[in-house]
């Protein structure tokens, strides 16, 4: 049953950006950190990036490092993940996870086993 919903994929040229969303239940969104993945066409699923629940730290992939940043608003219950300078590798559909933890739990989940509920995904796609 898929839990959370992504929003804000589509179509832009390279070195565009994008802003996708990922709303989640207060039940899942307030106890979990909130990871990115992606999966381009014939290839694993990856990750992207994580907020940790507290929201006071975030990892990257280097592939996006300094180009991507996640956010997180508990008020709307949304995890944000902002796209600049995009690039043709980057085309992929974006899937959007949570992992339950507890509040001070700061480790950097990569590992897309970790993660307990998913998005249906959205598809990015960067035109060179």
């Known amino acids: 049953q898929v839990q959370l919903v992504e929003s804000g994929g589509g179509v832009v040229q390279a070195g565009g950006s994008l802003r996708l969303t990922c709303t989640a239940p207060?039940?899942?969104?307030?106890?979990?950190?909130m990871g990115w993945f992606r999966q381009a066409p014939g290839k694993e699923r990856e990750f992207v990036a994580v907020?940790?629940?507290?929201?006071?730290?975030?990892y990257y992939s280097d592939s996006v490092k300094g180009r991507f940043a996640i956010s997180r608003d508990k008020d709307s219950n949304t995890a944000f993940l902002q796209m600049n300078s995009l690039k043709s590798d980057d085309t992929a559909v974006y899937y959007c996870a949570a992992k339950p933890t507890i509040l001070s739990d700061n480790r950097h989940f990569s590992d897309s086993s970790d993660y307990a509920h998913w998005g249906q995904g959205t598809q990015v796609t960067v035109s060179s």
């Open positions: 907020i940790t629940r507290s929201g006071s730290t975030t």
């Open positions: 207060s039940r899942i969104f307030g106890r979990s950190a």
